[in-house]
């Protein structure tokens, strides 16, 4: 078991390297050039070219590459030639904000969507059933930009209930960085009106972000857990008199869970990735608006910086998926 | 009919039950009136083939029939007295594991398999307590922890008493650890664990070797001697009826046709149908050609026209000679690997052209691998496979290609071996148009000789267009041996073609075949474990083991003066529906 985790983290390097290597080549083929962008319009031809010896743009790609390469080694990311920060701090500013957000999102759509399929195949065509499917096919149907601009409306405008956009008003003191996720931060420290004042900033968009996923999932959810029900198994459990509590929650549940988690684990790198329109919508300081922001202007570092991170976390996740097969079904091995 | 008694041993009583089912098609009348009552110590053996109603009549008991789309619609079923069609779900609960216990017909799909067996045992120990301390022994009150440690305990002692050796440790594997008999054994166990007082059995033997079935027959029996319980006993098995039952009610389109004690329905059946039943079962008396199937609850007449007699058996078209096959091991790390498993060693026999030749073993012996490596599916280790002197695995793929148009096979299941979407006519062209060089047939040619095969096994050219769904499983089967015709083989495997059919179809297929190896001078290669159709069909006959063959020769011999322990094992386990036969009534202690 061990060995197989050391294995497959292993396995991490070169779905990195390859990633690198495809994110690097491809940026430099996009027609453009961002040094030029980043000199300024008034520039002269001597102005960009110091600037691109300046990021080391002049020599050769696989130059180019093998430094940046040896660079992540030491922590570097290389520097963004729009904002001339480097990546490394700026990924440490925007991802624990992404990351609050896909994972607050995934709870919701966890721990809603598990308890509703299950509800929604025990009770078979009957009328939480209907209620549940009609539910979350609008919410799969309904893009998630604009769930997001009837959320602001409905409880930010109209009801006042929420905060508008943001993560956390500049008017009041942030809990201590150790996470960089504010919620969480405010909890390990003990701040709870920190806490809810987060909590109140991160409702919508992470909301707003749920509904497919918890869509997906409550259908996948359903969908197994009619194929449980009628397994052999549950009629003898049936007949020996265990009460349909039980059977439902304990024995029919984690055979039922299986599908669904691989759905979870796709989800989670989709959401990760899938981000900046929620952020733009509600302002939300995550990778998706560094990233956009980094496209739209040709700036490579960013790129590649925010690609790898998302490679890394997608792997990461579904590694711990595999994980989660395995206690959940006794037949698998790792080997 | 049997009238309400207040015998106190009288534990069930089914009176004019009817039952009706909701279908695409309306609503259909599936229990017609059963009636029989169950007392303590006897075994109650409910016999009827697929569709029967035998297996609701048993679930209605527990009342686990689900409504809709079922509706009783007349009709009680009293167990010690009370109506359960009368019960709250409440009720029926405090009798579910606790006075009835049920057991399924296959062992790997009635364990939850995420579950360590303990778990499972567990937790019915614990719901038959909350309706009898006394089963866990314990002082009303007990903590949930003791009566925890008290149900792991008892879980323990069942296992025990159903045979599961090494008990205490067993209790903490998964059902995938376990093989088919021992899963049974613990589903037994699991019914057994609140002391029911009527068990029901639902084609509990069906899916396991016959070996395992005996011990499993011993078992159930041995638990009625010990605990005086009921027994509703649900098969489609003859030979397990006449071994085990004290009664039997035979059932035929949802009403008992004939009940009462085994040996008077079984010795001097009165209706046509159990008639016609056991003269479906292969008995060894039997000459091939004999058996009758039957049709529309009857005794079919005898075949229209005897088949002209079979030509002696010629040489040997297949030899196989020492064939060796071994599977890799498992991995174990990073680069050991487990020794190799030997699934077929050094096995040799000669098949001759025009014969049948049957063989017989367990799950796990080798006979679907060494199917596999005639059909050049896998590559033997070592030996040779010579078909009509052709080195088989010496062929080119093209060289080999041209020889499958002359070995065909049918598979047994005939519900999973045609292809759903595809109509009968293309099933049967396919071969056809995959050995077009051989045959050179034109689109219009091979609908002609598809209508004449589907005449050849009994259907009509009006099936050609039809899809399998609308077919019965005997009909299916028969499909399958015209496609496996379609390409004119005179090599047919025959991979247990009957065990997933009724005993009147599988007759009827048996005939089939007998009557298509004359007229078409096939040799036949006959896998099975049913020992009564491959005495009935086969010339000649091998027994495979654990990937060896431990005997070979002519059928009678083997049948009549086995020499290997493994062959008299088989024989002695092999349920003859004479009750006279069978080795449980004799007290004698033949089985392992």
Same mark, same amino acid.
């Given at each position: ?60 790609? /696989? ?249 890394? @976390? ?22 | ?115 360590? @067996?303990?778990?499972?045992? /567990? ?250 490596? @005639? ?49 009968? %006519? ?51 089967? %028969? ?114």
């Amino acid at each position: 078991m061990v060995g197989y985790i050391l294995r497959r983290l292993l396995l991490l390097v070169p779905v990195l390297l390859g990633l690198s290597m495809l994110v690097f080549a491809i940026a430099r083929l996009l027609p453009g050039d961002p040094v030029a962008l980043a000199a300024g319009p008034n520039a002269t031809a001597a102005d960009v070219a110091s600037v691109a010896r300046e990021f080391g743009l002049d020599q050769p790609l /696989v130059v180019q590459y093998w430094n940046y390469l040896t660079g992540l080694f030491r922590g570097d990311w290389g520097v963004s030639i729009f904002t001339r920060r480097p990546v490394a701090e700026d990924l440490a500013a925007y991802l624990p904000a992404t990351l609050e957000l896909v994972l607050a999102a995934m709870l919701l759509a966890i721990g809603l969507g598990i308890p509703l399929g299950l509800m929604a195949a025990v009770f078979r065509n009957k009328w939480p059933d209907f209620l549940a499917r009609t539910v979350s096919l609008g919410a799969i149907s309904m893009p998630r930009f604009f769930l997001g601009l009837v959320f602001q409306l409905l409880f930010a405008m109209w009801l006042g209930w929420l905060p508008l956009s943001g993560r956390f008003p500049l008017t009041e003191d942030p809990p201590p960085q150790i996470t960089g996720m504010l919620t969480v931060d405010a909890l390990l420290s003990g701040q709870f009106h920190a806490f809810g004042v987060a909590l109140s900033y991160l409702a919508l968009p992470a909301i707003a972000m749920c509904l497919s996923p918890l869509a997906t999932i409550m259908r996948m959810m359903r969908a197994s857990t009619i194929e449980v029900l009628q397994q052999d198994y549950v009629l003898t459990e049936r007949a020996l008199g265990l009460s349909q509590k039980l059977i439902l929650f304990k024995y029919v549940l984690k055979n039922a869970i299986s599908a669904t988690l691989t759905v979870i684990g796709l989800y989670f790198g989709w959401l990760l990735g899938g981000t900046v329109l929620v952020e733009t919508v509600f302002d939300w300081p995550g990778i998706g608006l560094y990233a956009t922001q980094a496209v739209l202007t040709q700036d490579f570092m960013p790129i590649i910086g925010v690609t790898l991170c998302i490679g890394a @976390i997608f792997v990461t996740v579904n590694l711990v998926v595999d994980m989660l097969y395995g206690l959940l079904n006794p037949k698998v091995r790792y080997q | 009919m049997n009238p309400p008694s207040l015998d106190t041993d009288t534990l069930l009583e089914i009176d004019d039950l009817n039952l009706a089912m909701r279908s695409f098609e309306g609503e259909i009348q599936v229990l017609n009136g059963v009636s029989f009552a169950v007392k303590r110590g006897e075994i109650w053996g409910i016999v009827g083939e697929t569709g029967s109603g035998k297996s609701l009549t048993g679930l209605t008991v527990s009342r686990l029939v689900p409504t809709p789309p079922g509706r009783y619609l007349r009709g009680s079923v009293r167990f010690q007295g009370q109506d359960v069609l009368k019960q709250s779900e409440e009720t029926m609960r405090t009798l579910r594991g606790r006075r009835i216990g049920m057991i399924f017909q296959d062992p790997t799909t009635n364990l939850n398999p995420t579950f360590r @067996i303990g778990t499972q045992l /567990v937790d019915v120990a614990l719901h038959a307590a909350k309706l009898d301390p006394t089963i866990l022994g314990l002082p009303a009150g007990a903590s949930r922890r003791a009566r925890r440690a008290a149900a792991e305990k008892v879980a323990i002692a069942r296992l025990e008493e159903v045979g599961i050796p090494n008990a205490a440790e067993r209790v903490n594997d998964y059902p995938h650890q376990f093989s088919g008999g021992m899963k049974q054994r613990v589903l037994i166990a699991m019914a057994l664990i609140g002391r029911p007082d009527l068990l029901i059995a639902d084609e509990p033997t069906t899916a396991l070797d016959v070996s395992v079935q005996a011990q499993i027959l011993r078992l159930i029996h041995g638990l009625v001697e010990e605990h005086n319980l009921g027994v509703l006993f649900i098969t489609h098995n003859l030979g397990v009826v006449a071994q085990l039952c004290t009664h039997v009610a035979v059932m035929y389109a949802g009403a008992i046709v004939e009940s009462g004690p085994v040996r008077d329905v079984l010795k001097h059946p009165r209706h046509d149908y159990t008639r016609g039943l056991l003269a479906s079962v292969p008995k060894p008396s039997m000459k091939r050609g004999e058996l009758r199937g039957l049709a529309g609850g009857a005794l079919a007449a005898e075949a229209l026209a005897p088949p002209p007699p079979r030509a002696a058996p010629g040489g040997t078209i297949m030899a196989i000679e020492h064939v060796v096959k071994e599977f890799p091991g498992a991995r174990r790390g990073f680069f050991d690997r487990a020794p190799p498993v030997q699934a077929l060693r050094d096995v040799s026999l000669n098949i001759r052209q025009g014969e049948s030749f049957g063989l017989v073993g367990e799950s796990g012996s080798g006979k679907t691998t060494l199917t596999r490596c @005639i059909l050049q599916l896998e590559k033997i280790t070592s030996g040779r496979i010579v078909y009509d002197g052709i080195d088989l695995a010496a062929q080119t793929p093209q060289q080999m290609q041209a020889l499958r148009a002359r070995i065909q096979i049918v598979f047994q299941d005939p519900y999973a071996s045609l292809n759903p979407r595809m109509t009968i %006519r293309d099933i049967i062209a396919e071969p056809m148009e995959i050995h077009h060089g051989k045959l050179g047939l034109t689109p219009r040619q091979r609908t002609d000789r598809a209508a004449e095969l589907l005449e050849q096994v009994g259907l009509t050219t009006q099936h050609l267009n039809r899809f399998p769904h609308e077919f019965s499983g005997g009909q299916r089967q %028969r499909i399958g041996i015209a496609r496996a015709l379609a390409p004119k083989p005179d090599f047919l495997i025959l991979d247990e073609p009957t065990s997933a059919l009724d005993v009147s179809v599988q007759a009827q297929v048996l005939n089939l075949l007998h009557d298509l190896q004359s007229r078409l001078g096939l040799t036949y290669f006959f896998i099975s474990h049913d020992l009564g159709v491959i005495r009935y069909i086969c010339d000649r006959v091998a027994l495979i083991h654990h990937g060896k063959l431990v005997e070979q020769g002519e059928t009678e011999d083997v049948f009549t003066n086995p020499r290997s322990d493994y062959a008299k094992m088989l024989l002695a386990a092999m349920p003859d529906p004479d009750p006279d036969l069978s080795p449980l009534r004799r007290r004698e202690a033949v089985l392992l």
